[in-house]
């Protein structure tokens, strides 16, 4: 395994200069993906954090496969198309709910230990799905996922795992428009590393929202850079919002499980009132997009802003050793911020939780780029439309990692030596902390505000106010001097900095453009779609439109409906 090293060093980094494939990002779609392409292909893994670190490792919920006796694939198809609203493409819809047996397998031979039930794997039943389908480790399941792939890439010879390493920039050939590599941040320095392929795997960008359960490396980056590179994008404007992220002063937007109103628990109001059957028949298992809309709603009839209310959810209602057994980990932190799950309700509000949208791929991850793939939250394969069904997403990383063991390497592009190495030393730069200062105070307001333009409830005046604020910040960035000189980089061209803590404040920088970028993208996005659907709503077209069953695509600047 390659290691980064945190401190800052402008000696020559003994880091390969080509590899057949780089994988960017270690969620469970980069780490299954690198373990399931050919043992004969170097593998380049670059992590921006350490492993393992991600959305994926956060996953509470589970793994939907339809394994019971009394399920089947077309009942997994039928409920994932129903909860996209319209937008799933059927054909990847059909492959997900198929292969999923199969993956389930593969992950138990891998060491994936899932909770049974006797001789029987367990399932539970989660909000928009008929049956019971999904399999669980406790409360942890992304957890046990990730650090059993993590264990195995790390035995794998032909893997070799970069640390705390930020990809800058994709390494576009401007003759044939195929990608040849990518630029890094790596130990205080920017490099080029070339490869016959490059997948994407880098998760969602719920960093964008003041709230969100997305952990701090959730900044867009996979999405942006690809956007910036001329890749065809899709469906940017439809994110989940989460109904039930534990809301505390202090407390960090911890996500309950789907799972524990799955199990039985209930959403109250501060009069302990189950109003969500004022909004749904469903009540509490109504889709994530009802649900959180209609807690957004409640706090409107009760005449509570929303950014500051709560409602509760209630455990009581579920037996106590099943809630020891299935949400040992929620028991544990709602204990941390001082709530006992088994006497008081948890207080709970929507956030920012699942990117439906993303980098436009074919069922073998392929993008509009020749030699580039994307795979997971990163990509936008299809399979969950304009919301997404409960626990598809962990497999949806599993069934489309697995698709890399097809991955076409571009043989023109075969390891050659790279041109001497140009060390620069970084130029002094007037007024370099006050830039840091700047860059960092972006970084605060942006979330804030595209969660108050573009979060669960949405209108025309209160976008195009925020895409102008975002358009005047990307021209403030671009202006830095500090932005000048790295958007000025030629490829294959290293550079040492020498400043203190380099890497951090080198990858801080990275992350605001990225979350600019994508902040423009959200916005003009859910412009763009004049009508409600799934995860988009839209209070001056508060239904859906027939005319607009159909996808939003993007590449550079422009916007269009797909046929």
Known sequence: MITASNSASSKPINLPRYFDVIVVGTGAAGLYAALCIPENLQVGLITKDVLPQSASDWAQGGLAAAIAPDDSPKLHIEDTLKAGAG???????????????????????????????????????????????????????????????????????????????FALNLWIDS??????????????????????????????????????????????????????????????????FHPTALTKPGAPHFLISEAVRGEGAHLIDDHGYRFLFDYHPAGELAPRDVVSRAIFSHFKHLGVDPADANVWLDLRSIPEERIRHRFPNIIQVCQKWGIDVFSQPVPVAPAAHYWMGGILTDLYNRTSIPGLYAVGETASTGVHGANRLASNSLLECIVFGAQLSKIEIFPDLAYSPPPPISHLSFPSLPNFSREIAKIACLRRELPRLVWKSAGICRGKAGLQAALAQVKTWQA????????????????????????????????????TRNLLDIAYLILTSALFRTESRGGHYREDFPTPDPSWQVHTLIQHNKWWKSP
């Not at 909770?115 to 049956?131: M, P, V, Y």
């Not at 890497?503 to 801080?508: E, F, G, Q, S």
């Open 87 to 165: 937008l799933c493409d059927r054909f990847a819809v059909e492959f997900l709910a198929q292969q999923a047996p199969q993956c389930v397998e593969s992950l138990i031979k891998l060491g994936v230990a899932f909770d049974r039930k006797g001789d029987e794997l367990a399932l539970t039943l989660e909000a928009a799905h008929s049956r019971r389908r999904v399999l669980h480790a406790a409360d942890t399941t992304g957890r046990a996922v990730v650090t059993t792939l993590a264990a195995q890439v790390t035995r794998r010879k032909n893997i070799s795992v970069i640390q705390q390493a």
């Open 175 to 240: 003759q044939n428009n195929r990608c040849r590599g990518i630029s890094l941040v790596y130990q205080s320095q920017i490099i080029w590393i070339k490869a016959g392929a490059v997948v994407l795997a880098t998760g969602g960008g719920g960093q964008v929202f003041a709230q969100t359960t997305n952990p701090e490396v959730s900044t867009g980056d996979g999405v942006a850079i690809a956007w910036r590179a001329g890749a065809v994008l899709r469906d940017l404007e439809f994110f989940q």
């Open 476 to 511: 403030e960035f671009a202006s830095l001097s500090l932005s000048q000189y790295l958007l000025n980089l030629q490829p294959e061209q290293t550079v040492s900095f020498s400043f203190p803590s380099a890497d951090a404040h080198l990858r801080t920088w990275g992350e």
